[in-house]
Structures are given as C-alpha cells and as structure tokens.
C-alpha cells in the first residue's frame, strides 16, 4: 500500500490550495485518514481527520476555513485549504488506517507536500 500526497505549491494569503492523498496497492478498506503539518522549530501538528463514517474533525486553528472530504471510489482523501494565512506553511503529510484484507489494520503514511503562503 502507498499513499500519495499531492496539490501543495505557492500561494498568496487569502488565496487556496487542495491538497490530495490517494492510496493505492492491496486495499480492502480505508479507515480514518488524518492530515499532519509540521514547519520548521514547530511540533508536527494535525490540522484535520476524516473516518469511514465521514465524521470529520478539525484543529481550532483552521475550523472554518479547511475541509476535509473522501472520495472512498478514488481512494482519495482531500484536503480544501481557504483563506489561507502565512501561519499555514508548513510541510504536510496524510497518515491512513488501511486494511488489506479486512483482518489487520495498518497505519501508512504518505510523503510531504509542501505548502507556501506569501503575505
């Protein structure tokens, strides 16, 4: 199983990016999917979580501004990043809960897709 992360890139405060984090391989089914950022000389932090239920649950610091959606026919999870503020730079990384085999769970994380915000 292998989790790609894509859609960051350079952006204006206030402006948009969307990131995605599609899994592929041996997958019988994803669990919760979570996206992480972490900027340099700060805690890796996580900014915003899906379940298979879709109950989705957001960090303080960008409710209302970001959401996160699933694609479950894609294997894709996105993350829509509005009114973004310079503040939201950071490295970010999607981590899953995947079964195979639907009789073990595993946790995969996808590579760093970075996002800048210019002020």
């Known amino acids: 199983v292998q989790l790609q992360a894509s859609g960051g890139g350079l952006v204006q405060a206030g402006g948009s990016l969307r990131l995605s984090c599609r899994a592929s391989g041996s997958i019988f089914s994803i669990n919760k999917v979570t996206w992480y950022r972490q900027s340099p000389g700060k805690q890796r932090e996580a900014v915003a979580s899906i379940t298979s239920g879709d109950i989705t649950n957001y960090a303080d610091s960008v409710k209302g501004r970001f959401t996160i959606s699933r694609d479950n026919a894609k294997n894709t999870v996105y993350l829509q990043m509005n009114s973004l503020k310079p503040e939201d730079a950071a490295v970010y990384r999607c981590?899953?809960?995947?079964?195979?085999?639907?009789?073990?769970?595993?946790?995969?994380w996808g590579q760093g897709t970075l996002v800048t915000v210019s002020s």
């Open positions: 981590n899953a809960n995947i079964s195979p085999d639907d009789s073990s769970w595993f946790d995969y």
